[in-house]
């Protein structure tokens, strides 16, 4: 009976995943944490390469802010984990950088001083470390596991680096300021970070209506701070610049700082200039070039520089975007339509180039919600609304995010609900499992019970299960790469197939293979002689040929005397041999016909050496 409910099962999971679909799937947003009254704020999302992550939010906690991580392993968040503990004031403000294999960084504000955490691969979470007393913090992982931090405290900004050996932070002793006698990081002038493969990191911060870039190798600055606000820009006169983002390339030599940029004339544009070596280049606009203000900027990178930057429009609230490949951004152009929420939106890109453009909209009396489209081919691409109607409003308010790992599987956060039921909520963009193709020969034969193989079918998302059929019909299910029938199949012809599926139902199958069996077994004669202690055999075996069935062929002949001693072996269909016993006693005789299916024909005898 189990074992009828147990197909049964198969039978009904095969049927649906036959009209799954193949292209990349949008899954709508489920709660990660909530309902609660004390759910307060998104933090921030990262995600590695490796499709490892983490999600950091604000939540109360017997009365009192705190700092929790929900961490993205195979696919899916794991309940939040509180990682401030010992540290009885609020938490807030909460970056997160992640590496591959669950490397992790944290850095928050509690009590009005910037801590530090690190999750090791595999480890637990450190002891929040003290980085001095501050705000605004922004952080930064390189994909060897090198961390930068940036904080602003009493109206400077500081750096912290982690080394990736001992895991253990040092505050850089000089603040990044240009003219310490100036405010720098306040505001809309709060400082941003990004970091390369070889631990070389820049910081980009407002200060003095201007905005600047600094690099830092280890832990030392730069000699030579940049200003990024240009003197004259297509005529127009530049005053002041806020709202830096960055992101930087593999290569430290390249890196892109963008920020808004007021004019004389009262209005504004967002600015991007590209860093080279330890200078950066003429600035060029990326937003849609009509007049209106724009909003703060966000800009993502793949470690190869192709990405994208995002803004809106300051009193319409539409999103605009601009494509980054060849060294060069695109012209700045509208999507999705105007919006009377918030405004709030987020680009991701993937190292295959493949990203996603996410946004927090709503129509004049309707609730917010969050949309994207993907970018496939360098071009706005597919558009789906991710956000489920039923969770309530989107608050773009507390927070907003959206990341990428390498194969361009996404994750959006956002908070969504009212004030006694907000619900920490995650939306995703997941790959299918790749293609992949049978690897057991169509050529004759199998034997009546194969041992299939396939190659594995890539998913960075959690382990791929493997459905395996015959004959169109489930016969087993498997995460392993190989699979042998559990009960014989007669008739020399048959078909069968694999479907990988993946942690949310997607599905991949190989092509449709042929699967010729030979179910006859091997004829084997034996002609049999003893002389006292010598035992001589004549065998004759052959592989069957009838109407109806496949003949793959005699593969061998085996002789096991039964007394330890070596056999006699032959691939002839017929064998003369002879062996002499040592002793006196009873020994079992064996001889195996074996063909080329692996199908064997043991034939039987006891030996008696008085």
């Not at 009254?37 to 604000?58: E, P, Q």
């Not at 691409?381 to 995010?401: C, H, K, M, N, T």
């Not at 998302?461 to 699979?483: C, L, M, N, P, Q």
């Not at 030979?518 to 202690?533: C, E, N, Q, T």
Request: hydrophobic share 40%.
């Amino acid at each position: 009976m189990r074992r009828l409910v147990l197909l049964t099962s198969l039978l009904a999971a095969h049927a649906v995943l036959v009209a799954a679909p193949a292209h990349a799937g949008f899954f709508l947003g489920d709660a990660i944490d909530g309902p609660s009254a004390d759910i307060r704020a998104l933090g921030d999302l990262d995600l590695a390469r490796d499709g490892t992550g983490a999600l950091t939010y604000v939540k109360r906690a017997d009365g009192v802010d705190h700092i929790f991580v929900a961490r993205f392993e195979g696919g899916v968040f794991t309940p939040g984990e509180r990682i401030d503990p010992g540290l009885p004031t609020p938490g807030s403000q909460p970056v997160a950088g992640a590496s591959d294999a669950g490397r992790t960084v944290v850095v928050f504000v509690s009590g009005g001083v910037v801590h530090g955490v690190v999750r090791t691969a595999g480890g637990p979470w450190s002891a929040p470390v003290a980085l001095g007393a501050g705000s605004d913090p922004a952080v930064d992982l390189s994909i060897n596991g090198t961390a930068y931090a940036t904080f602003t405290a009493g109206g400077d900004v500081r750096v912290a680096r982690l080394d990736r050996r001992t895991n253990t932070w040092d505050v850089l002793a000089q603040p990044a300021d240009v003219d310490p006698a100036r405010a720098a990081g306040v505001g809309d002038g709060r400082s941003q970070v990004a970091i390369s493969a070889d631990g070389i990191g820049v910081v980009t911060w407002g200060e003095g209506g201007r905005v600047y870039a600094r690099k830092m190798f280890a832990s030392t600055l730069s000699t030579s701070p940049q200003d990024l606000t240009p003197a004259d820009f297509e005529g127009r006169v530049p005053v002041a610049s806020d709202l830096p983002d960055v992101d930087a390339e593999d290569d430290s030599s390249y890196a892109w700082v963008v920020f808004r940029q007021s004019f004389a004339d009262g209005g504004t544009r967002i600015l991007a200039r590209r860093q080279r070596g330890t200078g950066f280049e003429p600035p060029v606009a990326i937003d849609d070039n009509a007049g209106e203000a724009v909003g703060a900027p966000r800009i993502e990178m793949s470690g190869r520089g192709v990405g994208a930057a995002m803004t809106t429009g300051a009193p319409s609230g539409q999103p605009m975007w601009s494509m980054l490949e060849r060294d060069q951004f695109g012209p700045g152009a509208r999507l999705f339509g105007p919006s009377a929420a918030a405004p709030a939106v987020m680009p991701t890109m993937a190292e295959n180039n493949s990203g996603l453009l996410a946004a927090v909209l709503a129509g004049a009396g309707e609730p917010p919600f969050v949309r994207v489209r993907t970018i496939e081919d360098d071009k706005a691409a597919i558009e789906q609304v991710l956000s489920r109607p039923e969770l309530g409003a989107v608050v773009p308010e507390l927070g907003f995010d959206a990341a990428s790992d390498r194969a361009s599987g996404v994750v959006v956060a956002w908070v969504q609900g009212g004030a006694e039921d907000r619900k920490i909520v995650a939306g995703y963009l997941d790959r299918p499992p790749g293609n992949f193709a049978g690897y057991t020969s169509q050529r004759c034969c199998q034997s009546p019970l194969p041992r299939l193989s396939w190659q594995p079918s890539f998913s960075l998302w959690g382990a791929v299960r493997y459905i395996v059929t015959v004959d169109g019909k489930v016969v087993g299910e498997t995460t392993s790469t190989t699979f042998t029938l559990p009960a014989p199949i007669l008739g020399p012809n048959h078909t069968w197939q694999v479907l990988a599926v993946d942690v949310r139902g997607q599905v991949k199958r190989t092509r449709v293979r042929g699967l010729r069996i030979d179910d006859l077994l091997p004829l084997v004669s034996v002609g049999y002689k003893r002389s006292r202690r010598v035992v001589t055999l004549s065998v004759r075996a052959r592989d069957p040929d009838q109407p109806g069935h496949h003949r793959s062929g005699l593969h061998s002949v085996v002789v096991s005397w039964g007394d330890r001693s070596k056999g006699t072996r032959a691939t002839t269909t017929r064998l003369r041999t002879s062996h002499r016993y040592r002793g006196a006693g009873t020994f079992p005789l064996t001889i195996t016909g074996r063909d080329r299916a692996g199908n064997e024909r043991v034939v039987s005898k006891t030996v008696r050496i008085g």
